[in-house]
């Protein structure tokens, strides 16, 4: 017996990004087909190709350290759609604010934000009907965090998106460190 679609109540697709080949994920929630970009570092016309082909109208743009091929053109693309930016932690501010310089360096568009909502541990993100538990793991960068759904099926970090258990009607993961 196969699942109807409004049973996997969250999907994700993997599109790697920038010539660090990061891994951005979009992530969405099947029941209103509202999504976010988690860390868009680069690549946005990739990017929004993908959403559009997925059918998946973003809703924000979602970053979990300020590392440039995580979010070197996360500004521009919360500009060019007209969305908010949530994460990193704030003490990944000094990366931020290097974007700029540090993409000349990568070959990546970087250019500062300032993110419509700094996250720190405890905080809760939601995405259409779904709602994600925010965890600051400073390690990697000073702020870096992730979010797990409430059954702690999937998480995502600052190195990966992956899935601790089965969750049926989902694009292949990947990890990577970056
Ligand atoms: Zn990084």
Same mark, same amino acid.
């Given at each position: 017996m196969s699942e109807a679609p409004?049973?996997?109540p969250l999907r994700a697709a993997i599109i790697p990004v920038t010539p660090l080949q990061q891994n951005c994920s979009l992530i969405w929630?099947?029941?209103?087909m509202r999504g976010a970009f988690v860390?868009?570092?680069?690549d946005l016309p990739k990017l929004k190709a993908a959403a559009e082909q997925m059918g998946v109208t973003i809703e924000k743009i979602l970053v979990t350290h300020g590392h440039i091929d995580h979010c070197g053109s996360a500004g521009i693309l919360a500009e060019e759609l007209g969305v908010p930016i949530e994460g /990193?932690?704030?003490?990944?501010l000094f990366w931020i604010a290097r974007l700029h310089e540090d993409g000349q360096k990568y070959g990546v568009p970087g250019r500062p934000f300032t993110p419509d909502r700094w996250l720190e541990d405890g905080d809760q993100v939601t995405l259409g009907e779904l709602t994600f538990d925010v965890r600051h793991c400073p390690?990697?960068? /000073?702020a870096m965090s992730f979010s797990t759904t409430p059954n702690r099926s999937w998480r995502w970090s600052a190195t990966s998106c992956s899935r601790a258990r089965s969750a049926a009607g989902t694009s292949p993961a990947a990890t990577r460190s970056s």
């Open positions: 409004s049973s996997q929630c099947t029941r209103t860390d868009p570092g680069g /990193p932690h704030e003490e990944d390690g990697h960068t /000073p």
